[in-house]
């Protein structure tokens, strides 16, 4: 079992930066695909970024350019470098580990709790 938390989530305004973190408890980390969904109120969970660890990455076309996914496998850690943030960017954002490159969110058994973003505009 992975356990997931997330933090850096927070308010700010139109193109601001924000850096979500994401520490995971399986020592194993380096092993997995570790990703980042959002969910907006009323809007499904979508991907936003996923990093497969050995070089790989995606981005969703809405932040290609603006975000970066990257790892720390000594730290057991993922992030989500935001920039030039928007107010379509507002969500709750979830880091998610899995064991296979994708981008649907049922294709990853395992969730953080979420942490919310809120851009102003």
């Known amino acids: 079992q992975v356990q997931l938390v997330e933090s850096g989530g927070g308010f700010v305004q139109a193109g601001g930066s924000l850096r979500l973190s994401c520490a995971a408890s399986?020592?194993?980390?380096?092993?997995?695909?570790m990703g980042w969904f959002r969910q907006a109120p009323g809007k499904e969970r979508d991907v936003v970024a996923v990093?497969?660890?050995?070089?790989?990455?995606y981005y969703a076309d809405s932040v290609k350019g603006r975000f970066t996914i990257s790892r720390d496998n000594a730290k057991n850690t993922v992030y989500l470098q935001m920039n030039s943030l928007k107010p379509e960017d507002t969500a709750v954002y979830y880091c998610?580990?899995?064991?296979?490159?994708?981008?649907?969110?049922?294709?990853?058994?395992?969730w953080g709790q979420g942490t919310q973003v809120t851009v102003s505009s």
């Open positions: 990093n497969g660890g050995g070089g790989s990455t």
């Open positions: 399986e020592r194993t980390f380096s092993r997995y695909t």
């Open positions: 998610v580990a899995g064991n296979y490159f994708r981008t649907v969110p049922n294709d990853y058994p395992y």
